[in-house]
């Protein structure tokens, strides 16, 4: 069987290129895009944080008012309240000291004419109530 040999040939004009160069598609806004957003979001971000320092700081000078307002009540209750201590502590004194002679009931202890205030431990000391010591954190024996 004799057959005829016939050879593969490119079609007439050749064929068609190939592409092989790299096409990358554009991609996001631009960097001057960005810079402009970035920018405008800053400083909206600093206009917000200039509103709540002025806030902030209106809030506070309100609270530091109230409290100057109030501190000479806040005084005076706690003037008055170590006041009841020490006419509580001066009858238990009187109280346990009575047998005692020459015991002059609130005589300093300190050779001097100066107010000297008592530490808390003296000052609660003959105190019963409980609350006292658990407030200032004193051991039950104290």
């Known amino acids: 069987?004799?057959?005829?040999?016939?050879?593969?040939?490119?079609?007439?004009?050749?064929?068609?290129?190939?592409n092989y160069k790299r096409a990358i598609p554009k991609?996001?806004?631009?960097g001057y895009l960005l810079l402009g957003g970035?920018?405008?979001?800053c400083f909206a971000g600093f206009l917000r944080l200039a509103q709540v320092n002025r806030y902030r700081r209106r809030v506070q000078?309100?609270?530091?008012?109230?409290r100057i307002a109030i501190h000479p009540l806040?005084?005076?209750?706690?003037?008055?309240?170590y006041l009841k201590v020490l006419k509580y502590n001066r009858e238990q004194e009187a109280i346990i000291?009575?047998?005692v002679p020459g015991w002059v009931v609130g005589e300093s202890p300190?050779?001097?004419k100066r107010w000297i205030e008592p530490h808390l431990e003296d000052l609660y000391f003959l105190n019963e109530d409980v609350r006292h010591f658990k407030k200032f954190g004193?051991?039950?024996w104290v």
């Open 1 to 18: 069987m004799a057959t005829t040999f016939r050879q593969e040939l490119p079609p007439k004009g050749g064929y068609e290129k190939i």
């Open 27 to 30: 991609r996001g806004p631009s």
């Open 38 to 41: 970035v920018t405008a979001f």
């Open 61 to 66: 000078r309100e609270e530091r008012e109230a």
């Open 74 to 81: 806040i005084e005076a209750e706690r003037d008055r309240d």
């Open 97 to 99: 000291m009575k047998d």
């Open 110 to 112: 300190y050779h001097t």
């Open 138 to 140: 004193f051991a039950a």
